[in-house]
């Protein structure tokens, strides 16, 4: 959607910043990705005078700093997702449980591995319905539940992880939308047997692409290795379980050539470090929108548990009006350089998806709640770039917009038709 569409409003309310800009990259990452680039060594394996590579210093960084007994860095957070199902032996065919509300790669890793997705509901507070999913997890026959923290919206873990015991199912946390965030104390991803994250552009740390698997256990962390393609040269991570796990996997598990690169873990290595200041300047971002928004009419924001330590990368929020007022509040937003997305879209756009477009998965059960929430959730990226004052400016421009909308007959109109 375009943001400058039309001439600039009469009541001076113009944003016009590029929300998808992201950090540069820190100084110290390009001076190494400088030198590996003039060494030439970009692959992360070397038959000779291997050193030790940047993706392995990588992964015993990150390990360290969620605390996990491994990680494996890969080259998407969709290919760890894929990894994970695999190395948990999911087979053609067999059904994974999974969060209705996520994004299209979450499915997709499912039809990588030829399984079958079934989706769980999600609740008025946008996280995965734990209600649903204990009946799923009961009637479904999954042996995976592929969690996804969309947005990062976080489920209570503790309760989840009791649930997916209880039915003797394996949990995998997508973590693209969580990267430094805690439930309860503890780093999401290191709940259920494996967590996957991403370093693409848009997220927490920015490698172009990127992701990072994490796992306690060594078959599952042997077999990655194996799969993300070492070609056999896996005591070249320092961080991997011992030669007798590898001999039980060799023979037996097919290279899949998802590695990461030198080039993109060097960029990544400082980046680590600054996971917490990076997290605190987004509350603070989340938490001035949240003020500023307090005005809108229609206008909610999720209530958050006091466990749900976020890092919120984006907002979401919803409006409780028509399909054709929302399309209005977002020709609003846009006239005034503010681009927002919206859930509720009937054909698949940008970084926004919606179940009901994977017409690739099989039939579901009817998902009401999902299909509301979605329907009315709006989306807006928060890069660090924004300051007290664009907050501000934001939150008049929304609340215009939503008052606007909200005045609109298409309102009217649509309590007519129901
Ligand atoms: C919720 C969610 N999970 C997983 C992914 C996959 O990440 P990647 O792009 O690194 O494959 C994305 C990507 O944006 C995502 O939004």
């Not at 394996?170 to 309860?184: F, K, Q």
């Not at 709940?191 to 990127?210: A, D, L, M, V």
């Not at 078959?219 to 070492?230: E, K, N, R, T």
Request: glycine share 6%; proline share 6%.
């Amino acid at each position: 959607m375009s943001t400058t569409t039309r001439t600039r409003p009469s009541d001076g309310l113009w944003f016009g910043k590029d929300l998808s800009q992201s950090e540069p990259i820190p100084d110290a990452a390009i001076e190494q990705a400088v030198a590996l680039m003039r060494s030439g060594r970009l692959h992360r394996y070397g038959e000779q005078a291997a050193g030790t590579p940047e993706p392995s210093l990588l992964e015993q960084e990150y390990a360290t700093y969620v605390g996990a007994k491994y990680c494996v860095a890969v080259n998407s957070c969709g290919a760890a997702m894929f990894l994970a199902l695999k190395a948990l032996g999911i087979k053609p065919g067999d059904k994974v449980l999974t969060s209705s509300f996520t994004l299209a790669p979450v499915p997709g890793a499912i039809a990588h591995a030829c399984a079958s997705a079934v989706l769980v509901e999600t609740r008025d507070d946008y996280a995965t319905d734990l209600a649903d999913l204990e009946r799923k997890a009961a009637s479904s026959g999954a042996r995976v539940f592929l969690l996804s923290h969309m947005r990062g919206h976080i489920t209570d873990l503790r309760a989840v992880r009791s649930i997916c015991d209880r039915h003797n199912i394996a949990l995998v946390e997508d973590c693209a939308h969580t990267m430094g965030a805690r439930w309860d104390g503890q780093h999401t991803g290191t709940f259920g047997r494996i967590g996957c994250y991403s370093s693409q552009t848009y997220k927490h740390i920015n490698s172009g692409e990127g992701g990072l698997l994490v796992t306690d256990d060594d078959d599952v962390a042997a077999q990655v290795i194996l799969m993300s393609g070492c070609y056999m040269m896996y005591e070249q991570h320092v961080l991997r379980p011992s030669a007798e796990v590898f001999e039980r996997w060799r023979y037996v598990t097919p290279n899949f050539s998802m590695r990461m690169s030198n080039l993109a873990a060097a960029l990544l290595r400082p980046q680590i470090a600054l996971l917490p200041e990076r997290g605190e300047r987004w509350r603070r971002i989340y938490d001035d929108l949240a003020r500023a928004f307090a005005r809108a009419p229609k206008l909610t924001l999720p209530v958050r548990d006091a466990r749900e330590d976020f890092v919120p990368s984006s907002i979401q929020f919803s409006l409780d009006l028509s399909p054709e007022q929302i399309e209005f509040f977002l020709t609003e937003c846009a006239a005034r350089g503010l681009y927002v997305k919206w859930f509720g879209l009937r054909v698949p756009t940008a970084f926004t998806s919606h179940f009901g477009h994977w017409h690739y998965l099989p039939e579901q059960e009817p998902m009401p709640n999902s299909k509301q929430i979605l329907s009315q959730l709006l989306d807006l990226r928060t890069p660090l770039s924004l300051t007290p004052e664009d907050c501000r400016l934001i939150g008049q421009i929304v609340t215009v917009a939503a008052a606007a909308a909200t005045a609109h007959p298409a309102g009217e109109q649509q309590k007519d038709r129901t």
